[in-house]
């Protein structure tokens, strides 16, 4: 077996041995080469890299860290090279290098798709491999990246929180934690008020970026060409243009799917989705979107990352889609798939506290950020509930000793109790729970601290009492609104801001629009043709993951229905 330097989960399933078979169907899609003692076969940063199976000799993975090498793994023969980002067409992680004479077989990364394309039982084994070693990069922090930062910045958890949904291991220090940040910002020239700072690949420095900067700067979207027309292209990559953009892309669609954030959109935040399908024990949303995103991209979607649809451009054909950055992309049919995002609170001082003290996100990572603490979650819905019990729950340390997760939850709801908003599941696991205490009839009034939030109060609209409490975390979960304001006058649309399809639209709604066709549009198609709504973005749309899985499946047999027209 390889020899990796550091614990893996399933060392034989995350660096396998190909048999003699298995070796003879890749090299149908390869050519074999000799290699000779110290070749670089890819460095950090090499755009679009091969994959090399090692037929004899020895590839040593490593990662380049501040002029030194960090070795990860030595694959042998029978061995491949390789994770995720082989199938993305971004940057490599690592450098591999021959440290034996010896042969090895080379695909590109077109010929590695079709190969995983075809061949089900080497598309599991390599898949499996690919993702279970990005999840060990991630665990040891090894990848291009470095950030330093401060647990009381919002920019900081912004940028975290990018590279966590976005998988993308990194290695973070922090300004009032590690002794060792304060050094690495002297040497670098960087005064503390320019964190966080980001560093790729040990050269480029980048202050506070914005998450198009750091996705350039990371190389997320270098294979993708915006120039093309392409058949689809689905705005968003939460559960419904994830869907999509499967089985368009399955299908030979050529499929662009632009995303502001990263991958699995509202799923993407929960901790634990225990009602999807097939799931029994549950999925927390970032597996979820992981798996998804690795399946876009293995059936040939490009997944544009930082990429904001900022305007639909619908009365000609191929429709044109403005994006922040001043592109325009260019599409024979559009699903949009941009969901909704959380209601924010009506408070004076919010803003000043998103990111230091208030969250939108009940994660493993926000929970870093409040252990030993009392936290207050905001909102009476399925949402709020999970991120309750999650932050009441308990995480196992090294020795497997059970720490909680938080001291204390304090749930706020509006209502006189919860029964008509959650699933009846987690109405009793907040009941049972004594880590969880639920304040009816309670709204927050105020946010209140310097740079962080320190204190809160709140008062109960039935006896008029207020409280104030010295809690440093506020989980904001009070239900959602959609993002559609990049629609603009294009579609049909409800009081709210959803977008109406299919048979919700009137006569005199499509007669408003200019529906051009004799036809009435078809179940997700909104008032423009050969454009789609589909997921919590639709208006009438359920709000649930499986849903929006659904209709993102469903919409693709439409889309070959406009194409075809
Ligand atoms: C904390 C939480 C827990 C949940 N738990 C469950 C659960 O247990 N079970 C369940 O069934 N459902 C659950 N849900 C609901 C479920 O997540 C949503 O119904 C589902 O994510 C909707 O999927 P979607 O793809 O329609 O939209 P979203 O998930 O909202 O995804 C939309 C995507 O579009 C992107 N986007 C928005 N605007 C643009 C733009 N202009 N350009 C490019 N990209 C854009 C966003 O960044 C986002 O990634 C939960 C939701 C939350 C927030």
């Known amino acids: 077996m390889s020899t990796p330097q550091f614990r893996v989960e399933r060392p034989e399933a995350t660096f396998p041995t190909l048999s003699a078979d298995q070796i003879a169907r890749i090299a149908r899609y390869g050519t074999r080469r000799p290699v000779r003692r110290g070749e670089l076969l890819f460095d950090q940063g090499t755009e679009n890299p091969s994959f090399f199976v090692v037929l004899s000799g020895a590839l040593e993975i490593v990662r380049p860290y501040k002029g030194k090498e ?36 080379e695909l590109s990364a077109d010929r590695l798709r079709a190969l995983v394309q075809t061949d089900s039982e080497l598309s599991e084994l390599l898949m499996r491999a690919f993702i279970l070693r990005r999840v060990a990069l991630i665990n040891e922090s090894l990848g291009d990246v470095t950030m330093i930062g401060s647990q ?97 892309a399955s299908e030979g669609l050529d499929v662009l799917v632009l995303e502001t954030h990263a991958p699995g959109g509202q799923a993407g935040s929960s901790s634990k989705i225990e009602n999807y399908l097939g799931f029994p024990t549950g999925i927390t949303g970032q597996a979820l979107a992981g798996r998804a995103f690795a399946q876009a991209e293995k059936f040939g979607a490009s997944v544009a990352i930082a990429r904001s649809a900022a305007k639909l451009v619908c009365k000609k054909r ?105 699933s009846r599941y987690l109405i009793q696991r907040i009941q049972e729970n004594e880590r969880i205490t639920l304040r009816t009839c309670t709204e927050i009034e105020a946010l209140e601290g310097e740079h962080h939030l320190e204190r809160v109060r709140w008062r109960n609209s039935t006896t008029g009492e207020v409280e104030t409490r010295p809690i440093r975390h506020v989980f904001s979960m009070t239900g959602a609104v959609p993002n559609t304001v990049w ?72 889309v070959h229905k406009t194409l075809a027209e």
């Open 70 to 105: 960090d070795l990860i793994v030595v694959h042998r023969p029978g061995q491949f090279a390789g994770e995720i980002s082989l199938l993305n067409g971004r940057r490599s992680l690592a450098r591999g290098r021959v440290t034996e004479d010896g042969e090895v077989l």
């Open 152 to 248: 009381f910045s919002p920019s900081t958890l912004r940028l975290r929180e990018f590279l966590t949904r976005n998988t993308h291991p990194y290695k973070y220090y922090d300004v009032e934690r590690d002794p060792d940040a304060q050094a690495f910002l002297d040497r670098l020239g960087i005064r503390v008020d320019e964190i966080p700072v980001v560093i790729c690949r040990g050269e480029l420095v980048l202050r506070n970026p914005s998450f198009e900067e750091l996705a350039d700067c990371l190389g997320f979207n270098i294979s993708i060409d915006v120039g093309v027309v392409r058949d689809l292209v689905v705005v968003g990559a939460g559960p419904a243009g994830l869907a999509a953009a499967v089985y368009g």
């Open 318 to 422: 191929p429709f044109a889609i403005q994006l922040s950055s001043g592109d325009v992309v260019h599409a024979r049919s559009v699903v949009v798939a941009s969901g909704a995002q959380y209601r924010k609170l009506p408070l004076p001082r919010l803003k000043e506290f998103e990111g230091a003290g208030v969250y939108y996100a009940a994660s493993k990572m926000e929970v870093t950020l409040c252990k030993d603490d009392e936290v207050i979650v905001v909102g009476g819905g399925n949402s709020a509930g999970q991120a309750a019990t999650f932050l009441a729950g308990f995480d196992k340390d090294k020795d497997g000793k059970l720490i909680p997760r938080t001291k204390h939850v304090h749930m706020l709801v509006r209502s006189t109790g919860l029964a008509e908003s959650m």
């Open 487 to 558: 629609v603009g006058s294009c579609l049909a649309m409800d009081d709210k801001g959803f977008v109406k399809a299919g048979t919700d639209l009137s006569a005199e709604e499509l007669a408003h629009a200019g529906w051009p066709l004799e036809r009435q549009p078809y179940l997700l198609e909104t008032s423009t043709p050969g454009v789609f709504v589909v997921g919590d973005a639709r208006a009438g749309s359920v709000k649930r993951c499986a849903a929006a899985v659904g209709e993102g499946s469903i919409c693709v047999q439409l």
